[in-house]
């Protein structure tokens, strides 16, 4: 019966080759849904899902574009970096068309750039921003925030000492200059402005922050580095950019 079936396939292939790339997009299709664990219903395995993604990229990109991937083998030189928010939705490769290699990225919650500390502080973002400027010499530095954010419900909701996390309000600290000014100029307006508009001015304090890194200041005043603030509304399906534009007066010795 199966030589039967195989037969008829051989068949159809020689008579309409239209009709075989159908019937090969068909079980290609059920193949993927088996695949998947969902055939029948059942659980995908999250892991296994990792390994399909793969796989995918693979074939889609990697393999494709073996001049990218070829030219990534000895380095990278990205133009910009990019300070986003570690919310699952708002991933920038994604929504801004990067490619690998195009953006140095750091992303954390509620997009926040702390300032400058010697020796201490939050390491971790920067070091990632001096390895980006001294090093990687981007050209760019980006602040994104975004719409809905849980970081800066939490910054403009959240009470002095009312915190119940371990990390979360000593993180959230680097963002009180703009919760101070949402709720100077935005106090009156329901939650979700109020949020709408911390959203966005969180990154005004982060642009700020940045400049008190001493390497980072010196790049913007020599043209070297630009900085950016950038607000993505996934509920509107909008992003927004700004320059951030600096005047620094040089002080005079008298």
């Not at 659980?43 to 574009?65: C, M, S, V, W």
């Not at 530095?141 to 909701?157: D, S, Y």
């Amino acid at each position: 019966m199966a030589a039967s079936l195989n037969q008829k396939v051989d068949a159809l292939v020689k008579a309409s080759p239209e009709s075989a790339k159908k019937l090969e997009e068909t079980i290609a299709a059920l193949e993927k849904t088996y695949l998947s664990g969902n055939a029948a219903g059942a659980p995908e395995d999250p892991i296994a899902r990792l390994g399909r993604g793969f796989q995918t990229f693979k074939t889609n990109h990697y393999n494709k574009d073996t001049a990218l991937f070829d030219k990534l083998k000895t380095g990278q030189w990205p133009k910009y970096m990019v300070i986003a928010c570690s919310d699952s939705r708002v991933d920038p490769a994604t929504i801004l068309g990067f490619q690998p290699g195009d953006a140095f990225m750091v992303r954390n919650v509620a997009n926040m750039v702390p300032a400058w500390e010697p020796k201490g502080g939050y390491p971790s973002v920067s070091s990632a921003l001096e390895y980006a400027v001294k090093h990687l010499k981007v050209e760019h530095i980006i602040v994104i925030g975004h719409r809905l954010c849980g970081g800066i419900k939490a910054l403009v909701t959240t009470e002095e000492g009312q915190g119940s996390h371990d990390f979360i309000e000593s993180w959230l600290e680097i963002g009180k200059p703009a919760r101070a000014v949402t709720k100077a100029l935005a106090g009156s307006d329901d939650v979700d402005e109020q949020c709408k508009f911390c959203e966005k001015e969180s990154v005004n304090v982060s642009l700020t922050n940045l400049l008190s890194y001493p390497w980072v200041k010196e790049k913007v005043i020599g043209k070297k580095v630009s900085l950016h603030g950038g607000f993505y509304d996934f509920v509107e399906g909008s992003f927004q950019v700004w320059d951030f534009d600096v005047t620094i007066s040089h002080s005079k010795k008298y």
